[in-house]
C-alpha cells in the first residue's frame, strides 16, 4: 500500500490536458485510490460476444474424383465451423456508437454487446480496418449510455499513471493499473495491428482486447489491442491504439463511411539509422528516409523526391512509416499537412493535400465464370487505390488476385498475386486472364509475382 505522501506525489507528478490534476485531500480520499475513476468510467466499457464462422479444410482424399464418385461431392466441400470471440469495447457516444479491435468483431456474424448493468444489445460492425486493429460498432435502440470523453493522445507523457479496463479471459469487468511505458511504438505489436502505439505496463490479457486505456481523469487515451508475450498472460509489455485514431475513426463512422478513409501517401520509407545518418552528414538520426513514391501521390506531386528525408508532419516527430502514416491517418482526407524534410544541408517546409487514393484507372474487377477453368477466381487491374488495399508495391501494374477461389486456392494462387503471363500470354487487363483460361488446352502455366519473388505455377488440367 502506497503511503500518503508518496500516492499523492504520484498524482502531481503526472500531467493532464483535459482538467487540473487535484491531489487527494484527505485520509478518506487517499484510501479510495482509484475507486472514484474507476466508478466513473467503468460503466462505458462493455463485454463483446462475437460469433465467427470459419472455413475448415476440405478433405484432400475426397478430392479425387474417384472418391467424389463414391461418396459424393459433399465429402470435398469444407465444413463450416463456428468460433466464439471474447473482447472488450467502449461506448464512445450516448447514441450507441462503441469501439473494439477489428480482430475481435471484424469478420463476425452475430455480435452481443453486455453493459457493466448487465443489459444485453444486438450490435453490428458500421466501420472496420484490419491494418489498423479499430471496429467501430453501432448497438441497436440505444440511447442515453454513458460513454468517455477522449483525450488527446498527443498530450499523453511517458511515466503518467494509466488503468487498463476490460474483460480479462472472460472473468468479469477487471481493472488493473500501471503507468505509460512509451511512446510512438511501431512494428512491435503482436496480431493484425501494425501501426503507431501507446506502450503501458498496466495487465492486458486475452479478453481485454478492445478495452479501455484510462488516465487517472478517466479519460480515454487509448485502445487496448495487443501485448507482447511467450507464454500468453501478460508480461507487462501491453500496446494501445491511440485516442486520436480513434477519434478519427468515429468521425467516419458517423459521417456515414462503410470502410475507413485514409490519405493517400503512397510512399515506401524506413527508419533513420545511424548508418544512414551519417551517410548524410546528420548528427541525429531522425526522420524518415523515402526510399520509393509513386509518380502519381501527392508527395511526388509536392515535389518530395528520393532520398528526402521527412522530420515532421505538422509539427509532429516521426521516425518511421508507420507513424508517419498516423500522423496523416489522424489529420483526415480533405486537408493539407506540412512535411518538414531535410534535402541535403537545407531544412524546408511542404504543404501536401490529403486525398484518398485514385480509383484510376478503373479496377474493372472481374469474377471468372464457369466457362473458364477457375470459375470463382476474383482479379483487378492494378491503380493507386488497389495498391493501398492490397499492401502491393508501388511500382505494380497489371492484374492482381483479389480472391482466389476454390479452384484457384487449390492450384496454389494466393491473394495478392500479380498475374504477369498465362501459357505465356501477357495479362495487362481482368479480360486477358478471362481469354487466356476459357480454352486454355491440357496444360497452364501461371507465371506471378508474389511480392518481389517471381513464381511458375505448373499444372494439367
Same mark, same amino acid.
Request: proline share 3%; hydrophobic share 40%; charged share 20%.
Given at each position: 500500500m502506497l503511503r500518503p505522501s508518496l500516492f499523492a506525489l504520484f498524482i502531481a507528478c503526472a500531467t493532464f490536458a483535459a482538467a487540473e490534476t487535484r491531489v487527494p485531500q484527505s485520509q478518506a480520499e487517499i484510501s479510495l485510490?482509484?475507486?472514484? /475513476?474507476?466508478?466513473? #468510467?467503468?460503466? #462505458?466499457?462493455?463485454?463483446?460476444?462475437?460469433?465467427?464462422? !470459419?472455413?475448415?479444410?476440405?478433405n484432400t482424399l475426397f478430392s479425387d474424383p474417384f472418391f467424389q464418385d463414391f461418396f459424393g461431392r459433399g465429402f470435398s466441400e469444407p465444413r463450416q465451423r463456428v468460433q466464439n470471440s471474447l473482447g472488450s469495447g467502449v461506448i464512445l457516444s450516448d447514441d450507441g456508437y462503441v469501439v473494439s479491435n477489428y480482430h475481435?468483431?471484424?469478420?463476425?456474424?452475430?455480435?452481443?454487446?453486455?453493459?457493466?448493468?448487465?443489459r444485453e444489445y444486438s450490435a453490428q460492425v458500421? =466501420?472496420?480496418?484490419?491494418?489498423?486493429?479499430?471496429?467501430?460498432?453501432?448497438?441497436?435502440?440505444?440511447?442515453?449510455?454513458?460513454?468517455?470523453?477522449?483525450?488527446? *493522445?498527443?498530450?499523453?507523457?511517458?511515466?503518467?499513471? @494509466? $488503468?487498463?479496463?476490460?474483460?480479462?479471459?472472460?472473468?468479469?469487468?477487471?481493472?488493473?493499473?500501471?503507468?505509460?511505458?512509451?511512446? @510512438?511504438?511501431?512494428?512491435?505489436?503482436?496480431g493484425n495491428a501494425r501501426g503507431?502505439?501507446?506502450?503501458?505496463?498496466?495487465?492486458?490479457?486475452?479478453?481485454?482486447?478492445?478495452?479501455? =486505456?484510462?488516465?487517472?481523469?478517466?479519460?480515454?487515451?487509448?485502445?487496448?489491442?495487443?501485448?507482447?508475450?511467450? *507464454?500468453?498472460?501478460?508480461?507487462?509489455i501491453g500496446f494501445a491504439i491511440p485516442a486520436n485514431l480513434v477519434a478519427e475513426f468515429l468521425r467516419q463512422a458517423q459521417s456515414g463511411n462503410e470502410s475507413f478513409v485514409s490519405p493517400w501517401a503512397v510512399m515506401a520509407g524506413q527508419h533513420m539509422s545511424a548508418d544512414i545518418a551519417e551517410s548524410l552528414g546528420l548528427v541525429i538520426p531522425q526522420g524518415? /528516409?523515402? &526510399?520509393?513514391? %509513386?509518380?502519381?501521390?501527392?508527395?511526388?506531386?509536392?515535389?518530395? !523526391? /528520393?532520398?528526402?528525408?521527412?522530420? %515532421?508532419?505538422?509539427?509532429?516527430?516521426?521516425? *518511421?512509416?508507420?507513424?508517419?502514416?498516423?500522423?496523416? &491517418?489522424? #489529420?483526415?482526407?480533405?486537408?493539407?499537412?506540412? $512535411?518538414?524534410?531535410?534535402?541535403?544541408?537545407? &531544412?524546408?517546409?511542404?504543404?501536401?493535400? =490529403?486525398?484518398?487514393a485514385p480509383e484510376t484507372p478503373s479496377a474493372d474487377k472481374t469474377t471468372l465464370d464457369d466457362q473458364t477453368v477457375m470459375p470463382g477466381l476474383e482479379v483487378s487491374r492494378i491503380n493507386p487505390a488497389v495498391i493501398s488495399r492490397m499492401g502491393l508495391l508501388l511500382s505494380q501494374t497489371g492484374v492482381v488476385v483479389v480472391d482466389a477461389g476454390p479452384y484457384g486456392g487449390r492450384s496454389g494462387l494466393r491473394a495478392g498475386d500479380v498475374v504477369d503471363s498465362v501459357n505465356g500470354q501477357d495479362i495487362r487487363h481482368p479480360d486477358d486472364l478471362v481469354d487466356a483460361l476459357t480454352d486454355p488446352g491440357r496444360r497452364l502455366q501461371f507465371d506471378i509475382l508474389r511480392g518481389r519473388r517471381a513464381v511458375s505455377l505448373r499444372f494439367r488440367l
Open positions: 485510490g482509484f475507486a472514484p /475513476v474507476v466508478k466513473q #468510467a467503468s460503466p #462505458a466499457v462493455v463485454n463483446i460476444y462475437a460469433k465467427i464462422i !470459419r472455413q475448415g479444410r476440405a475481435v468483431v471484424g469478420t463476425a456474424t452475430e455480435i452481443r454487446v453486455v453493459t457493466t448493468d448487465r458500421v =466501420l472496420g480496418d484490419k491494418e489498423s486493429d479499430i471496429a467501430i460498432l453501432r448497438l441497436e435502440d440505444a440511447a442515453d449510455l454513458p460513454y468517455l470523453q477522449m483525450r488527446d *493522445s498527443d498530450q499523453v507523457e511517458v511515466g503518467e499513471l @494509466a $488503468l487498463a479496463i476490460g474483460n480479462p479471459f472472460g472473468v468479469g469487468q477487471t481493472v488493473s493499473s500501471g503507468i505509460i511505458s512509451g511512446l @510512438a511504438r511501431t512494428g512491435t505489436a503482436t503507431y502505439f501507446i506502450q503501458t505496463d498496466a495487465a492486458i490479457n486475452p479478453g481485454n482486447s478492445g478495452g479501455a =486505456l484510462i488516465d487517472v481523469n478517466g479519460d480515454l487515451i487509448g485502445i487496448n489491442t495487443s501485448i507482447l508475450t511467450r *507464454s500468453g498472460g501478460s508480461n507487462g524518415v /528516409v523515402i &526510399s520509393d513514391l %509513386h509518380r502519381l501521390s501527392p508527395l511526388a506531386e509536392a515535389g518530395l !523526391r /528520393v532520398g528526402d528525408v521527412v522530420t %515532421h508532419v505538422d509539427g509532429d516527430e516521426v521516425n *518511421s512509416p508507420a507513424e508517419m502514416k498516423f500522423r496523416m &491517418s489522424v #489529420a483526415g482526407v480533405g486537408g493539407t499537412s506540412v $512535411l518538414t524534410l531535410l534535402r541535403g544541408d537545407s &531544412s524546408e517546409e511542404i504543404e501536401i493535400a =490529403l486525398i484518398k
